[in-house]
Nanobody, 124 residues
């Protein structure tokens, strides 16, 4: 079975930092594009950051560019999201996702096949 398990969420004051992790199993991780998404209460899920299979190409939502950094370790089957200068509007459930396609990393939810259960990030 495919499993994506997020960790690292929590509560932090505005201006603080958190690092999210996503451990993958049951997939050929190095063949998958990976992404971080978030969903605030009452809002649609939105793409935050995505990374290609090798880690050489990344893309970010405008709202987080310059504050968040996505990275991956293919030897450990793990995805990361370093979040700095957090703002209250970053409060949401954060999900990691995996998908397979040829080309650039994408922020569309429809491109991804597998999803984790999410980890809550609260910024006050």
């Amino acid at each position: 079975d495919v499993q994506l398990v997020e960790s690292g969420g929590g509560s932090v004051q505005a201006g603080g930092s958190l690092r999210l992790s996503c451990a993958a199993s049951g997939i050929t991780y190095s063949n998958c594009h990976m992404g971080w998404f978030r969903q605030a209460q009452g809002k649609e899920r939105e793409g935050v950051a995505a990374i290609d299979t090798s880690g050489g190409r990344t893309t970010y939502a405008d709202s987080v560019r310059g504050r968040f950094t996505i990275s991956r370790d293919n030897a450990k089957n793990t995805l990361y999201l370093q979040m700095n200068s957090l703002k209250p509007e970053d409060t949401a459930m954060y999900y990691c996702a995996a998908g397979r396609w040829v080309g650039y990393p994408k922020l569309s939810v429809h491109e991804y096949n597998y999803w984790g259960q999410g980890t809550q990030v609260t910024v006050s």
